[in-house]
């Protein structure tokens, strides 16, 4: 299922226009984003959780060259999902 089916099938259930839906489902992603880089947390409870984590710098090496280089540290997205919606599968 892709973001244009998820639009037409909240459309009708709801009975709200495409446009407005998709404007919100948008409008839901840049706030998820805003928060996200904030370092703050998003929960939907029985749904979903949306967070950051830390993650340290790492050393790779080129198996061609031998050079090897530092990834540095950065933030991750992560999203866990509540036991109770796992459960429900």
Known sequence: MNKKNVVKILS??????????ERLLDSLQIL???????GEVINFTGFIKFYTRQRNERVFVNFQ???????????????????KFIESL
């Open 32 to 38: 998820i984003l805003d928060a996200l880089r904030k």
């Open 65 to 83: 060259t031998g050079e090897s280089f530092v990834a540095p540290a950065k933030l991750v997205p992560c999203v866990k999902f509540s036991s």
């Open 12 to 21: 009708k259930e709801v009975n709200i226009p495409k446009n407005r839906v």
